[in-house]
Nanobody
Framework: QVQLQESGPGLVKPSQTLSLTCTVS??????????WSWIRQSPGKGLEWIGY???????HYSPSLKSRTSISRDTSKNQFTLQLSSVNPEDTAVYYC???????????WGQGTQVTVSS
């Protein structure tokens, strides 16, 4: 059973960089043909895909967030990390990490972590 757990600060000041880590257990982030995604949900809005890092380390980002987003990984710790720079209050959301299959289904999710951008 794959489990994902997000961790990071719940409050970030405007213009700073949001950094969240997802720790994966029950499966390796280097297992072929799985992608490791970040997704968020802002208040009153639907889910928004942010980006992923693949089993081989390739990354792909949402065009609307690409200029501010970086996803990296630490295979020795079986973790992957989201960095979102120059945050503003519109980046306030619940942030989720998820495993995405080759059929583009998010089959395992973390519980989500609330991040608020405020001074």
């Amino acid at each position: 059973q794959v489990q994902l757990q997000e961790s990071g600060p719940g409050l970030v000041k405007p213009s700073q960089t949001l950094s969240l880590t997802c720790t994966v257990s029950g499966g390796s982030i280097t297992t072929n043909y799985y992608y490791w995604s970040w997704i968020r949900q802002s208040p009153g809005k639907g889910l928004e895909w942010i980006g992923y890092i693949s089993y081989s380390g390739n990354t792909h980002y949402s065009p609307s967030l690409k200029s501010r987003t970086s996803i990296s990984r630490d295979t020795s710790k079986n973790q992957f990390t989201l960095q979102l720079s120059s945050v503003n209050p519109e980046d306030t959301a619940v942030y989720y990490c998820a495993r995405t299959s080759a059929r583009w289904e998010n089959d395992y999710w973390g519980q989500g972590t609330q991040v608020t951008v405020s001074s």
